[in-house]
Nanobody, 122 residues
Framework: QVQLVESGGDSVQAGGSLRLTCAASGDTSKDSLKGWFRQAPGKSREGVAAFYRESTYYPSSVKGRFTISQDTAKNTVYLQMNDVKPEDTAMYYC?????????????????WGQGTQVTVAS
């Protein structure tokens, strides 16, 4: 079992930056697939970043603005969000473990956190 706790969500002006943090505990591994997803009201949950070994994955909507990283010593995964836009407003979830061949697919992950809210004002 893996427990995930997200933090760092906030309200921010468009063009600003945020860093989300995901603290993992339990049966963790530095080589496991890690990801960040988001879900806006009325929309499906979408992958915005993933990390597997030395590779990172992003959809075109956030590429160049979002960066995923991990601190293996702290068992923590980060999502640095720069130049945020109103359309980035959503609940953000950390996800862990699963099928690394589908890093941005919700169904590829085994464990999920409770989420942290990000709101971007125009």
């Amino acid at each position: 079992q893996v427990q995930l706790v997200e933090s760092g969500g906030d309200s921010v002006q468009a063009g600003g930056s945020l860093r989300l943090t995901c603290a993992a505990s339990g049966d963790t591994s530095k080589d496991s697939l890690k990801g960040w997803f988001r879900q806006a009201p009325g929309k499906s949950r979408e992958g915005v970043a993933a990390f597997y070994r030395e590779s990172t994955y992003y959809p075109s909507s956030v590429k160049g603005r979002f960066t995923i990283s991990q601190d293996t010593a702290k068992n923590t995964v980060y999502l640095q969000m720069n130049d945020v836009k109103p359309e980035d407003t959503a609940m953000y979830y950390c996800a862990y473990g699963g099928d690394w061949s589908r890093p941005l697919s919700r169904s590829a992950y085994s464990y999920w956190g409770q989420g942290t809210q990000v709101t971007v004002a125009s």
